[in-house]
Each structure stands twice: as C-alpha cells, then as structure tokens.
C-alpha cells in the first residue's frame, strides 16, 4: 500500500465535509438548470461517489496513475500539455488548498459526475417520446460501471468526459450552443490536444448550419476556427514529436510505434495481425465475456456486451428510420475520426477501457437517437393502421 497522510491537521476535517457539501450543492444546480429531478440528479451523484471511493480504495496499492499524478505534483510550477496539465492542476490542489489524496479524488469526482448529468440529459430528451424499455436501456447506460469509476479519479479521464459530454450536449441541444462548444473544445485542449483537434474539425459542417442570416458572421467564425484548428495542429505535431513535417510514411511509422507500446503483460492486445475492422471492434466492445480473467473483466465484459447489443440492434433499425446525416454530420465526423485513430494507435485493452469514453457518448446518443426514431415509425404505422381500419366501418 502506498503511504499517502490523511486527516494530518484539523483543517482536513473540516475541508472534506466542505468539498462533500459544494459538490451536492453544484450537483443539485446543476441538475436544475438541466430539467433533472433532484431524486435522479443526486442518484447520479452518489453512484459517481461510490465508484470513485472504490477506485480510491484500489488506488492505494500504488499501481493506479492517480497517485503519480498527487505525489508528483508538489514540484510543479509551470503548465504543460497533457499528463503536465493535470499535474499543474493537482498541484493548486494540494499546495493552494492543502487537499489531501482522498479530498483531490472528490473534486476529479466532481467533474466526472457534472459530465455524467449532462450525458445524461443528452439522452433523457432523446429518449422523451420513446416506449418503457428504451428509457430503461437509456438509463442503464448512465448507471453503468466502468462509465463513473473511470472519470472519478485524479487523471485526465474525468475532465474530458466533462469536455465531451458539454461537446454532445452542445451539439444535440435544441438550439446550437456554439458558446458551449466552444468551451468544451477549450477543455479539452490541455489535456488531450488531438482530440481537441478533431472536435474542431468535426464542427467546421456545422459553421454552415447555424443560420442563413449571418453568413457574414458564419464566415468569420469559420475562418476563426479554422486559424485556431491550424495553430492547434501545430501545437499538436510538436506533442506528438511530429514537429519536422508529416506524410504519409511518416504517419505510419508513428501508428507502427504507438501500437507497439503498453503491448507487454496480460492486458495487452496484439494489433499487428487485425485488420482494420478487428481494430474497431477489439478497442470499443473487447474483453467479451469468454476472455475475462478476474472480475473487473467480468464487469466490464458484461458492460460491452450490453453495448455490443445495443449498437447492432441500431444497425439493424437503420434501414427503416431516415437518420438526419446533415444534423449529425459534427458527430458522425467525431466518431469516426476519434475511433479509427484511437483503434489504430492504442494496443493495451487496459488503456481503450477508459479512452472509448471519449467517443461512446456521441456514438450511445445516435444508437438512442436511431431506436428512439424507428419506435416513431412504428407508432405512427400502428395510428395510421387505426385509422384505415376505422375507415372500414
């Protein structure tokens, strides 16, 4: 177990019920601002909690990053991209505030769970007019394990979910909020700038989109995405130690290399062998249930075969119901950029568990958006069918 100080003064006792009461307070806030009943907002909340304070409890082995990230953040004074930011970050934390381990991984928590409302909001209008079952389904998603104890750790994963969930919030709201967008996009750039970069790119259809009466004001926003989209790919190459130019040879020897690391151990799925497709699949639905090996496999298994069926049966609904591609452009784009690179580029199934929550929100909503569309058609076939029988009499 690693040696991490708890309760060290009498100012930690008094700190953590504050943390505890300011989360609830932003939850039950939060919650209001996005029509979810309190019951259900605070649900939310204390499952996040409990699957943060498993994580934590797991974290004291030292195997976990989140105790990298707190016990290596007192000498940091500077901000970096990535791993730095969030050492940055953790540092305000310990040395600003005086947090202690436990009282950090709350606040990371906290972020993971205002994400998980705003995810689930996203899906709770989607799923408005749909039958028992879809809400059912659209609510074990939410509730699903892996979901809250991957984004409620000290580390990247909780922040980007937020950024992610405000992202597909923003994007499926009834009204485009370009200003949340945009946020989400600012969020995310310090700690994963490649997805960042992808998020701009995936919007650029939708400068388009936003209104026929500006098309001034839809140009200079383009052109101001595009400039900051050219300045983060740059800020982008150098990261990646692509900073003396890229092609095509190039990219490949840096997929070739990423798909070698984290491939030791018994974790480590081998990509060299699969083709494209077994890419895909192997990094969003695998470990499955005959590859399990402990019981965070089992739960996990169990989770992806869950998703697994869900995601076919919106293929097999696809052919009955007209998706609206033009309003889904954005994040169909997303999807499939943000899939084929990171299925290309991550070999270790420990690390494509967490990261696939960058890219499952935006593909849950359409599989949501898909059933909740062919339960309409088969509403509307079963009233028209009412009336031509009541014709007949």
Not at 32 to 38: T, V
Not at 43 to 65: E, K, M, P, R, V
Not at 187 to 214: D, E, G, Q, W
Not at 276 to 304: G, H, K, T, V, Y
Request: hydrophobic residues 55%.
């Amino acid at each position: 177990m690693v040696e991490l100080e708890f309760f060290t003064s009498a100012l930690d006792f008094i700190q953590l019920p504050i943390i505890l009461i300011l989360s609830m307070w932003l939850v039950i806030a939060t919650s209001s601002s996005l029509d979810c009943s309190l019951i259900r907002g605070m649900a939310i909340y204390l499952w996040h909690t409990l699957l943060c304070l498993i994580y934590f409890y797991i974290s004291l082995d030292g195997s976990a990053d989140s105790v990298d990230y707190y016990l290596n953040s007192s000498n940091v004074d500077y901000i970096e991209i990535g791993t730095g930011f969030i050492l940055f970050i953790q540092n305000i934390f310990t040395n600003t505030f005086g947090l202690n381990y436990m009282e950090s991984f709350l606040i990371f928590n906290l972020f993971g769970a205002i994400g998980l409302l705003f995810f689930d909001s996203v899906l709770r209008l989607t799923t408005s007019q749909s039958s028992v079952l879809i809400k059912f389904l659209a609510t074990l998603v939410i509730f699903l394990p892996s979901l809250s104890f991957w984004t409620s750790a000290i580390g990247k994963d909780s922040v980007s979910f937020l950024a992610i969930s405000l992202f597909l919030w923003g994007l499926t709201s009834s009204n485009t909020r370009i200003y949340v967008i945009i946020s989400a996009i600012i969020l995310m750039f310090p700690i994963r700038p490649h997805i960042s970069a992808i998020m701009i790119v995936s919007i650029i259809p939708m400068m388009f989109n936003l209104s026929t009466k500006y098309i001034l004001l839809n140009i200079v926003g383009l052109l101001i995405v595009s400039l900051v989209g050219i300045q983060i790919l740059n800020i982008l190459l150098n990261y990646i130690g692509l900073n003396d130019g890229i092609n095509a040879e190039i990219l490949k020897a840096y997929i070739d290399t990423r798909q070698e690391l984290n491939t030791s151990g018994g974790s480590s799925l081998q990509l060299y062998d699969m083709n494209f497709l077994s890419q895909l699949i192997a990094f969003m639905f695998r470990p499955l249930p005959f590859e399990i090996r402990n019981f965070m496999d089992l739960i996990i298994s169990l989770e992806n075969s869950f998703l697994l069926m869900i995601f076919i049966i919106s293929l097999l609904n696809l052919n009955s119901l007209k998706i609206k591609f033009r309003k889904h452009l954005s994040i169909i784009i997303y999807i499939v950029v943000t899939w084929s690179l990171l299925a290309m580029t991550t070999a270790n199934l420990g690390i494509a568990v967490r990261q696939k929550w960058m890219i499952l929100p935006l593909l849950i909503y359409l599989i949501f958006f898909i059933l909740n569309g062919n339960t309409k058609i088969k509403d509307e076939a079963q009233i028209s069918s009412k009336s031509l029988n009541l014709e007949n009499y």
